[in-house]
Nanobody, 120 residues
Framework: QVQLEESGGGLVQPGGSARLSCAAS????????MGWFRQAPGKQRELVAR???????NYGDSVTGRFTISRDNAENTVYLQMNSLKPEDTAVYYC??????????????WGQGTLVTVSS
């Protein structure tokens, strides 16, 4: 059993900043990558940022230069620092982790999502 607990969403003014956190817990052997996806109303879920255990990062085109992903490997926690937020960043943000359990079973785990609303 693996759980991803997200925190940090809420209402933010345009141009403001917010920080999301996601902590993974459970019978985890390793996590090869953690990241964030988002889904706005009426749109498909899209990659925001992803960080591998080796330090490789991927960012969605719309957030590059404004968002920064970081990770505490020892704590199985990933963070998303979001700066210069725009109304179009409004979405439910989902934490994702590529998990390997003790015994070798690998799968993608998802959090329940945290809503970020950018509005004045």
């Amino acid at each position: 059993q693996v759980q991803l607990e997200e925190s940090g969403g809420g209402l933010v003014q345009p141009g403001g900043s917010a920080r999301l956190s996601c902590a993974a817990s459970g019978t985890i052997y390793s996590i090869s990558a953690m990241g964030w996806f988002r889904q706005a109303p009426g749109k498909q879920r899209e990659l925001v940022a992803r960080l591998t255990s080796g330090g490789d990062t991927n960012y969605g085109d719309s957030v590059t230069g404004r968002f920064t992903i970081s990770r505490d490997n020892a704590e199985n926690t990933v963070y998303l620092q979001m700066n210069s937020l725009k109304p179009e960043d409004t979405a439910v943000y989902y934490c994702n982790a590529a998990v390997v359990l003790h015994g070798g079973y690998a799968f993608n785990a998802w959090g329940q999502g945290t809503l970020v609303t950018v509005s004045s």
